[in-house]
């Protein structure tokens, strides 16, 4: 990092922490802080450590590191902040400033996940070698073979046929972000949203120049990296005439909806733009006698809007059951890459989520984000129990002779 860079990031990282009143009301809400007491894992603990990182007054020696690198970036306390203090800006500043006194494998690792094709290659090799022989937790592996392998469809019975949907006639041009990781370990939510918005009548534009949203990269420290894949995004989906882009993972939503300069088209969050776009009022779903357990991850509860849209959109499926999953902390502990740097942070807040979902015994686990899905169904270990995204549970049910916008049924 240049000298300019590096006094861009500590400016800014001071005066955000000028904002920080010391007040106390985020420590209810900080998933790492109600693990340990401690407070130098809590909010304002954190900001005075990097304050005092960004002034000089402390050295970065592998006790600081670790108080900042076991944030999740959950976010909770942003949104009980009186101040606003932007934390999770602050979070990647102190990061960037440290970037080089850190391990170089969970970088290595973020480029590789990056990568759409070489994240699908190390799925297919981490399915065909010996248990042990990929340095990965095997309960993890085993999570993402069954995430990739998803689940058989539910048998859904022939409907009747139903009156034809008036005919809408714009058909929205929607952009639809793949991610990286996410894309190959759960390829049938991509499927699952093209299948949706092309039977409500939506023309689906995928480019192929796309790349990773960049927040691998950015809460490891590495913001230019994560500029370099917000500027691919950028020129990706530009000149395209989009009404609409929309992202699968939450994670990716959060990091594209704040990126600088914005997207050419105002970005949704998947199941968010079916409900609010009105699309998913053309679609029909066969009925489905099932519980489904919502888990709702952090960069979903950050949009209130997008949060709730899940709920809202899953009850157009008659008669399937849906509960929230509440248990524990707000945060499941996956955290992005923290499920594999700081795995047991992560089993333990994870712990009292995995005992609910045993209690409650649903049909269907569902969550809008990938690295939450890896998370919870390695917990679970269960080859019954797949994590789903809510679109492909709708996709599933979608009933095969729903009409779209140009009048012709969707098959």
């Known amino acids: 990092m240049n000298d300019s860079r590096l006094d861009q990031h500590v400016s800014h990282l001071i005066a955000q ?28 603990g954190r900001i005075a450590l990097a ?35 932007p934390f999770a800006e602050l979070m990647d500043d102190a990061r960037a400033l440290t970037v080089a006194r850190r391990p170089r494998w969970p970088s290595w690792l973020a480029n590789v996940l990056s990568r759409r094709r070489l994240a699908r290659l190390g799925m297919a090799l981490g399915r ?10 095997p309960a993890l592996q085993r999570a993402a073979d069954r995430l990739a392998r998803g689940r058989d469809p539910v048998a859904i019975p022939k409907p009747p046929t139903a009156p034809t949907a008036p005919t809408i006639p714009a058909a929205p041009r929607v952009g639809l972000f793949l ?129 709730q849209a899940v709920g809202r959109a899953l009850a157009h499926i008659p008669g399937l059951r849906i509960q929230a999953l509440t248990a524990g902390a707000a945060c499941c502990g996956a955290g992005g890459m923290q499920l594999l740097t700081q795995p047991a942070q992560g089993k333990a807040l994870r712990a009292a989520k995995l005992d609910a979902i045993r209690a409650t015994k649903p049909d269907f686990l569902l969550t809008s984000n990938i690295g939450c899905a890896l998370h919870l169904s390695a917990g679970l270990d269960d080859p019954d129990l797949v994590a789903l995204h809510p679109i492909e549970l709708l996709a599933r049910q979608l009933k095969s002779d729903t009409t779209d916008a140009s009048g012709s049924k969707a098959t």
């Open 17 to 44: 922490a000028d904002r920080c009143v010391k007040c106390g009301l985020c420590l209810p809400h900080c998933p790492t802080y109600a693990l340990t007491r401690d407070e130098s894992e809590s909010p304002r």
């Open 51 to 85: 304050d005092a990182l960004a002034r000089g007054t402390l050295v970065p020696d592998d006790k600081l590191l670790g108080h900042l690198d076991r944030c999740l970036l959950c976010r909770s306390c942003e949104r009980v902040c009186p101040s606003a203090v």
């Open 128 to 137: 065909r070698l010996p248990t042990g022989w990929v340095p990965l937790d």
């Open 179 to 307: 991610g990286c990781v996410g894309d190959a370990v759960q390829p049938g939510i991509a499927k699952a949203a093209r299948r949706l918005l092309e039977a409500a009548g939506a023309a689906v534009v995928t480019p192929a120049a796309q790349t990773c949203c960049g927040a691998l990269h950015s809460h490891l420290g590495d913001l230019s990296g994560g500029a370099r894949r917000a500027d691919r995004n950028l020129r990706a989906f530009q000149d395209r005439a989009l009404d609409a882009i929309v992202s699968l993972a939450s994670g990716c939503g959060t990091q594209l909806a704040e990126q600088s300069p914005p997207l050419p088209a105002t970005h949704w969050d998947v199941t968010h733009y079916l409900l609010d776009s009105g699309l998913l009022e053309r679609l029909r779903f066969a009925p489905l006698d099932a519980l489904a357990l919502v888990h709702t991850p952090c960069t979903l509860t950050a949009n209130p809007s997008a949060a």
